[in-house]
């Protein structure tokens, strides 16, 4: 197989995207022998670190330093300094974008912008980012169509569990609901209290474990459930969601022995998301339930999560993700990657140089 080039950047270098450089090459030797993939970076950028770029590849000296907080400057010598992500995309000659930036759930900006220079520029645009899911997905969806070039978001929800592509692999079913556990950081909160920690040690602990939001209230007061809620609901039963109108409590108000004491009696509190297809469109919320032992959700403890679906052909469909770390949603982006390039190996959108 002639393996093919592609020239990777990464906007956002915090948790995500940074464990997924590193797992890109972890597996550099079987992506080019196995897929056929070549890749070297070119682009990396957030608002600290400015807009990182050269088309030859980043020098190893940057990459070798990848976990650590300081990225050196590596813009080449003399060159300007870069402005906008415009700019960006072009001089890194960027074919893939992985958006990795802090979830802004009133609009989803500026990753919309982002993925939409992406796709304007002729790159595949990947992300861990629910905000441009939930807020702008008919547009990028139709944008990457216009441009053969795809729009993946495999590790919004469930991390790299494929949800979405599973439901890719079902055609003419119909969703009529689901109803999960889909937020890591208050089902580690919760497990840790009926342990006995204080709410604020049980913060701490999903936040050592990187799995919480930049911003940890957006997990704590729902907003992340119910993003990833609206998500599902906008992609795969295509109902446009309203964050706003959905029905949404946090955790912040369940005391750790109220925690402790449902605990006791057999029916621990989890945050749960539910939606369920109305004759006016989809019903949906999130919050706190005590859920009976019966119940596999009332099993999913730590950082797992857990989705059960009902579809007329399949009643009833589920899926537990154990105690996933980084490397769970670094996975779910370099699949997306795999997936989209792979596609333009066979055919299905046009290669870069067809364009
Ligand atoms: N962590 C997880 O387990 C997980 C799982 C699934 C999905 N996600 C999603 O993945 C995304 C990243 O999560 P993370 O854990 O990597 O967060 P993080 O560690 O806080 O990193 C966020 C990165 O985004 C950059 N950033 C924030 N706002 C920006 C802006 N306006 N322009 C440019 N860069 C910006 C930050 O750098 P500066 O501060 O320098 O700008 C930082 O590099 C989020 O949307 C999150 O919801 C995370």
């Known amino acids: 197989m002639n393996p093919s080039s592609y020239n990777l950047c990464f906007l956002g270098f915090g948790n995500v995207n940074r464990t997924l450089a590193q797992l890109l090459l972890d597996r550099e030797q079987e992506l080019r022998e196995r897929h ?33 907080d300081q990225v050196p400057g590596v813009s080449r010598a003399g060159a300007p300094a870069l402005q906008n992500v415009r700019a960006w995309l072009s001089t890194a000659r960027a074919d893939v974008l992985f958006e990795a930036t802090s979830l802004n759930v009133e609009n989803g900006q500026p990753a919309v912008d982002h993925i939409r220079a992406a796709l304007d520029h002729g790159a595949h645009a990947i992300t861990a980012n629910k905000g441009p899911v939930v807020h702008a997905y008919g547009e990028l969806r139709d944008l990457a169509a216009a441009r053969g070039k795809r729009f993946l978001f495999e590790s919004t929800v469930m991390d790299g569990v494929p949800i979405f592509s599973l439901f890719d692999q079902l055609p003419v079913i119909h969703l009529q609901g689901f109803r999960g556990i889909l937020n890591s950081t208050t089902n580690v909160i919760l497990s840790e209290m009926e342990n006995g920690l204080s709410f604020d040690e049980s913060l701490k602990k999903a936040q050592a474990l990187g799995i919480a939001e930049t911003d940890a209230t957006h997990d704590i007061e729902g907003w992340d459930a119910a993003v990833k809620t609206a998500a599902l609901i906008t992609v795969l039963m295509d109902v446009p969601v309203r964050l706003e109108k959905m029905e949404r409590e946090g955790i912040r108000g369940l005391s750790g022995e109220a925690v402790r004491a449902a605990r006791k009696e057999g029916r621990p509190y989890k945050l749960v998301c539910r939606a369920r297809k109305t004759e006016s469109g989809v019903a949906a919320s999130v919050g706190p339930e005590q859920i009976p032992l019966t119940d596999p959700m009332a099993q999913v403890s730590g950082a797992s999560s857990y989705i059960y679906f009902e579809t007329g052909i399949f009643p009833g469909l589920a899926i537990t993700e154990e105690n996933p770390g980084l490397y769970a949603t670094a996975y779910g982006m370099l699949a997306d990657f795999v997936r989209a390039v792979g596609e333009t190996h066979s055919g299905k959108v046009p290669r870069p140089e067809d364009d």
Do not use: E, N
Not at 40 to 48: C, E, F, K, P, Q
């Open 36 to 68: 056929g993939i070549v890749f070297r970076i070119t682009g990396i950028a957030s608002r600290r670190l400015g807009w990182i770029a050269d088309p030859d590849g980043l020098d190893a000296s940057v990459l070798r330093d990848l976990t650590s």
